[in-house]
């Protein structure tokens, strides 16, 4: 099967697709962190040649309810961020997984058909994640495990532990990486 994994540059999930013995490629504007088949490039440029499955992280930047107090500052940024999901959404691909955290997509455009956590995944973590499918199943719990453990910070709110990353440049790099037990999950039941 041919796959496109749209917006990624870690390549964990071309990467499960690839063990799956698949035909994948991931596309971003930036370059793959990982050796393998990727093409830097605008993904609206190759939506037509001829995938059979397309797995789609937007970025989330402008979409993500979490960034909410932010949202009359980017008006525009988000009526693109919206326009380009829908471009995703609608891409003339047989199979589309189009995953985001909770977001403004659920109220423009449409609820998500599934959301997971990666602990059902085998990853002791918390990442509520929304899935929007196109002729797919919701995905199967795999490997239930704990959710991790929480950090509180200093006003009182409660994160996953791996999410407490102290400032960097890379921070929102490696908060938006999908776990590898949520894309092992993918490629067996999808693949």
């Known amino acids: 099967m041919r796959v496109l994994v749209a917006c990624e540059l870690s390549g964990v999930v071309r990467d499960a697709f690839i063990e799956r013995g698949h035909d994948a490629v991931s596309c971003d504007i930036l370059p793959t962190e990982q050796p393998g088949p990727h093409i830097q490039g605008d993904v609206l440029e190759i939506l037509d040649d001829g995938w059979d499955l397309m797995i789609a992280h937007p970025p989330c930047t402008h979409l993500a309810v979490s960034g909410a107090r932010w949202f009359k500052d980017k008006v ?50 918390t990442k509520t994640t929304c899935l929007w499918l196109k002729n797919l199943p919701p995905l199967e719990p795999t490997d239930m495990v704990g959710k991790g453990e929480r950090h509180i910070t200093k006003s009182g709110r409660s994160l996953p532990k791996w999410y407490n990353l102290p400032p960097s440049p890379d921070r929102a790099k490696i908060r938006s990486a999908t776990f590898a037990g949520f894309a092992k999950a993918m490629a067996g039941q999808w693949g």
């Open 76 to 125: 525009e940024e988000q009526k693109e961020a919206l326009d380009f999901v829908r471009v995703l959404l609608d891409a003339p691909i047989p199979m589309i997984a189009l995953e985001n955290p909770v977001s403004v997509i659920s109220t423009q455009i449409r609820k998500p058909d599934q959301i997971v956590q990666p602990y059902w995944f085998g990853d002791e973590a």
